[in-house]
Structures are given as structure tokens and as C-alpha cells.
């Protein structure tokens, strides 16, 4: 495994925490991110490594900046006209905001759960096929049906929707449905799925089906999380980067960011002193 850089200080950003060595190879590297929304400066200097086939969660208070920053690495800031990003935002070594990136291409790459589900108005089947279609991945129908089928699977549902395709989206449960939506954002062949808050709309039942589900996807999958759930946090992710006002205040191993924080404001947010 290629060796990963160390702990430092950026020059001119002493108080930015850069972050620490990661035991997967590192599959996105972000470096000095900054957001603004015209004259609101969202994010500051946000310097991240998000390692392969892991699952890292980004915690911290409502409005913080976990959300905007994740938007940051499929570029889905773009369609805000208000917001400019800049600083250095790397998937495998190539910048995303490169001229030259196709942003269709890219969002198949860097695939998106959302905070509440939102399937197509279309069939089980043809939410699913959609992003196989768009993108020219499948010649027949053959190979589609298979897609879908394996997509499914992997999201958890195949055995609870494959004698119902032809229902709508719309008619499933709310579980069931944010499992259709990572369903369809897998059957484009992904690298990195982004979810944000995916179980906050979702009874604890669901919860728990998508956290197992989180837990089997990072075998194939790097995901990115935000939650605004310390204990989710805890048990589905390997590393844990905590927002406070903008600022990346701490990003370090799940377990170590919360039972030996290196910082007084992470301690002060995980013990509840605010937030």
C-alpha cells in the first residue's frame, strides 16, 4: 500500500488541521476548500483525505458547513449560481473542477443519496434503469434487466419489490424507497456514493437497514455521510471528520474521535456541552 502523507501544517494555514495518515489508499484529497454563497463564506480551508472503500462521516451542528462540503465533491454547488468554490479537489489524483471534467460523467463517478427520498414518478424498474440508459452502459434489454436485478440486491431489495417492477416508486415505504434511490445511484457503476443524512426522514426499523446496508456497500463502494447523529456516526463509519461554523475542527478514526478528541470543541459537541 502506497505510502500516505503525514500529519502537517499547511503553510499559511497553521490553525487548519490537515489530516492525518489513512490505512485505505486515498481515493478523493481536498485541500484549502473554501465555499461561499456571495458574501457568505461558508467553509473555510477545508484540507480532507476520504480513503478507499471506507466510510467517513461528517458530523457536527445544523449549518456548520458538513453538507455544504460534501456537495463540494460531485460538484453539486454548481447549479447554486450564488456559490464559488475554490481550493484543490482531487478524485484519484485529477481535479474535479478541471475545465475539461464532464460533470454528467463525473456525478456517475461520485453518485448522491439525499436527505429524503426521492424516486422518479416512474416504475421500480425504470428508476433504476434510468442512469444505465443515460449513460450508454447497457446495448440490450438483457443486460439492463440484469443491472437492475443486481442493483437491487446490492441495495437490499431485489426480494421485496421483484414480484412488483412495475409499480410505481412512489407506492414504497419510506425505507424502501432511500434503498431504490442507492439502488439507483449503484446501477451507474459508481466509485464513491455521498449521503446526506440518508436515515433522518426514515423510522428506526429503516434506520438500521440502511446502516447494515452502509456497512456491506463499503465493501465495494468509498461513502461519504453526513449525519446529524453522533451514534450513527459511531457505528457505521471508519473515519470521522467533525464541522464546527466552517471549519474542519477534527478528522481522525471514528473510535478515537469519540473517546479521545483532540480538540476542546469536538469534546465540548460530543458530550453535548452545545450543538
Known amino acids: 500500500m502506497e505510502e500516505v502523507e503525514k500529519s502537517q501544517t499547511v503553510a499559511g494555514e497553521a490553525s487548519k488541521p490537515v489530516p492525518p495518515a489513512i490505512d485505505h489508499p486515498v481515493k478523493m484529497r481536498t485541500r484549502n476548500v473554501n465555499v461561499h454563497y456571495g458574501e457568505k463564506h461558508a467553509i473555510r480551508n477545508v484540507s480532507l483525505d476520504i480513503g478507499e472503500r471506507e466510510v467517513t462521516s461528517l458530523i457536527g451542528p445544523s449549518g456548520c458547513g458538513k453538507s455544504t462540503y460534501l456537495r463540494c465533491l460531485n460538484r453539486m454547488n454548481d447549479t447554486i449560481d450564488i456559490c464559488r468554490v475554490t481550493g484543490d ?6 481535479n474535479i473542477y478541471s475545465d475539461n471534467v464532464d460533470v454528467v460523467q463525473l456525478r456517475a463517478r461520485i453518485g448522491m443519496v439525499f436527505q429524503k427520498p426521492n424516486p422518479f414518478p416512474k416504475s421500480i424498474f425504470e428508476n433504476v434503469a434510468y442512469g444505465p440508459r443515460l449513460h450508454g452502459l ?15 440486491r446490492r441495495a437490499g431489495l431485489f426480494d421485496e419489490v421483484k414480484d412488483r417492477m412495475e409499480d410505481p416508486g412512489t407506492s414504497l415505504s419510506g425505507g424502501q424507497q432511500q434503498r431504490l434511490c442507492i439502488a439507483r ?13 440518508p436515515c433522518s426522514a426514515l423510522d428506526p426499523i429503516a434506520t438500521a437497514r440502511i446502516e447494515e446496508l ?6 465495494n463502494y468509498t461513502i461519504v455521510i453526513v ?3 453522533m451514534q450513527q456516526a459511531a457505528r457505521v463509519s471508519q473515519k470521522t471528520a467533525f464541522f464546527h461554523l466552517g471549519d474542519l475542527i477534527e478528522h481522525g478514526d471514528t473510535p478515537q474521535v469519540f473517546t479521545n478528541p483532540r480538540d476542546e470543541k469536538t ?7 452545545f450543538g
Do not use: F, W
Not at 452502509?214 to 465493501?219: A, G, N, T
Open 89 to 94: 479537489l482531487e478524485l484519484d489524483g485529477e
Open 138 to 152: 447497457v446495448s440490450n434489454r438483457t443486460d439492463l434487466d440484469e443491472v437492475v436485478k443486481q442493483s437491487l
Open 185 to 197: 445511484a449503484i446501477a451507474v457503476g459508481p466509485e464513491i456514493i455521498l449521503m446526506d443524512e
Open 214 to 219: 452502509i456497512d456491506e456497500l463499503r465493501q
Open 227 to 229: 449525519t446529524h447523529s
Open 267 to 273: 469534546q465540548g459537541y460530543i458530550t453535548g456541552r
